[in-house]
């Protein structure tokens, strides 16, 4: 197969976790005799430094050309600590799934049995648990209007969501659980946000376009709970763009490390596919950043083209390194030192 | 002390856990001499069927009249599964809230020796862990201007804030801070939202006029996830309403249930005393529901009177209650039943 892919490493630890999941795209195309082509583009706070706009035209051009985009992370403290910059890094990420209408963020959440000890949680709470959350990442108070008053007093954020917008990511979740477990839990705020009771209108009439599937729900504060009480109740998690990012980043402490978590972003035409973790500025270059996250979205990537078999042996390269305890320090307790790259090498070679 | 206290129980076990927190009072006020009256009111549900309305007019002039308010729960499965009810229950809260001009709710987080191995966590992740969550509750997405289209296509909330609502709370954040760990982090997603960017900048300057306390600021998604890792970093929390309704109630699993958490709503006059559990339709009338939260929330209320000796005698009966394990089924593994009123009638018999 052949694959135009762009690859836009960004800020802090994005370009060394990114180079390691380039690593093992290479290694699967050159044993399957896949053609696999990358370019590379600027994005986040080092387009800001390069060019003075957090998405360059070239790059979401770029983009655009391109069968899927492999992307690293974004953010830089200078930004976050400058409540009045005018422009920022995640501009540019927003931007970008926006502009190409990456509406779905999946994301699963795993607990691996080589690291369950490593859990803030108890192993009997955890064992086998497997969620596939479905965020909608286009809408909501992300995208919705803001405004500054004048004087600079008063501040808002428009959380505003239509049918077609819930519809569509409301279908992807009910067949992606038709081959899992028949479940699907939205998560929203039905009894308080206008917003959520038109979510859970318009998903449980489409949830009875799909009688297999079981349909529950559950108020955003109750999710956060159960979802560390007893993660294994819930199968397709689906919920709009904020609450998503909430759940979706607590949910990592399931598998030990929110350097595990994979996500794919998709549209109608476009495909991105990154890391849940962010940019992690304190770990840059240090080669300690664990690649793994990044390394199972480019996986995500390849069953994407359909590619199954190719995207299970990085999977199964990453449970053997888990395996083998050759994991970066945020998993490993153990005396010898693994780097970002040796993790790398490791699945590279056993590709 | 002279105290004319206005109870609401509410809807599902409301009344059951209202009617434990009022015999600890009242066995408190024979104890010490005090004369506490109390006076009973209709909300929620409960009211709707009664009267028409989640809160009627008496029951909100009946709050206005007296010094603190005890509240139980409110909610009720028939109008959560019903997105186009005009009238819910929750509106009874909320405006309740708001007509009281109740903006800061004040929720302990502990993890109790004796309680520590019901945790989902880690006894070594939670061990000693103590955090006071400051929520704003009369601003935000909950009380924006909400707006459902002609067609019912396309629905919106609207999340704003003023300098005036967040500073008057941070204040108050930063004060207790002063008598705890002195250290406050901000929970908001100033890299997203411009509401959030406005939380930044004024507390930042807040923060400048308490220069012994320690600011230190989380984006929401990293703060749900770093409450699982390392719940002992946190001192006191400061943050929105919307973001303060989730993470408080993930807190509740470091305690190992959320039958243990009590909360302080207060405003410049009035103060209102509620679990931060809700309705729990399930348990409603079986005399199961763990009552400990209503019982602790009644002795923030003394605390909050500076009744600190008498509330000093209801959290050490509480713990003495843990320490013989009697204790509601949600914490209680053992064969012997101990109901609702089991653990009320324990508490009041040893105060
Ligand atoms: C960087 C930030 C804008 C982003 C988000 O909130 O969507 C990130 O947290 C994520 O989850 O991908
Ligand atoms: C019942 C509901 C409106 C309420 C809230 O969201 O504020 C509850 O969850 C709480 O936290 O007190």
């Known amino acids: ?59 979401l051009a770029l983009c655009k050309s391109s069968d899927a985009i492999l992307f690293g992370a974004i953010g830089d403290p200078k930004y976050d600590n400058d409540p009045s910059a005018k422009i920022r890094p995640e501009q540019g990420l927003l931007e970008l799934r926006k502009s190409l209408g990456l509406f779905a963020n999946i994301r699963p959440v795993k607990a691996y049995d080589n690291l369950i000890d490593k859990s803030p949680l108890k192993r009997e709470n955890i064992e086998g648990t497997d969620i596939s959350i479905y965020r909608e990442l286009t809408g909501g108070i992300y995208f919705g209007e803001k405004k500054l008053s004048e004087d600079g007093n008063t501040a808002s954020d428009l959380c505003e969501y239509s049918r077609m917008e819930i519809s569509r990511i409301a279908h992807l979740a009910f067949k992606a659980a038709q081959s899992r477990k028949k479940k699907v839990t939205l998560v929203d705020k039905a009894n308080v946000l206008e917003s959520s009771r038109l979510w859970r209108k318009v998903v449980t009439e489409i949830g009875e376009t799909y009688p297999d599937v079981n349909l529950e729900f559950l108020f955003v504060d109750n999710a956060a709970m159960q979802l560390i009480l007893n993660p294994k109740q819930f199968d397709v998690i689906l919920t709009e763009n904020m609450f998503g990012d909430i759940i979706s980043d607590e949910a990592s402490v399931i598998g030990g490390s929110i350097g595990l978590l994979a996500s794919a972003s998709i549209g109608k035409k476009y495909a991105l596919f990154e890391p849940i973790h962010g940019s992690f500025p304190q770990a840059k270059n240090k080669d300690i950043a664990n690649p793994i996250a990044s390394i199972l979205s480019a996986a995500m990537l390849l069953e994407h083209f359909g590619l199954v078999k190719e995207a299970k042996i ?35 070679d056993y590709i």
């Open 314 to 348: 990085i999977q199964k390269a990453v449970e053997k390194s888990m395996e083998l305890a050759i994991t970066t320090p945020d998993l490993n307790t153990s005396n010898i030192q693994v780097t970002t790259t040796n993790v790398g090498d490791f699945i590279e």
């Open 1 to 59: 197969m052949k694959l135009n892919i762009t690859v836009l490493p960004g800020d802090g630890i994005g370009p060394e976790v990114t180079a390691q999941a380039v690593k093992s795209l290479k290694a699967i195309a050159s044993e399957f005799g896949h053609n696999f082509r990358f370019k590379y583009a600027l994005m986040g706070a080092e387009a800001i430094d390069a060019t003075g706009s957090p998405l360059p035209k070239e790059t």
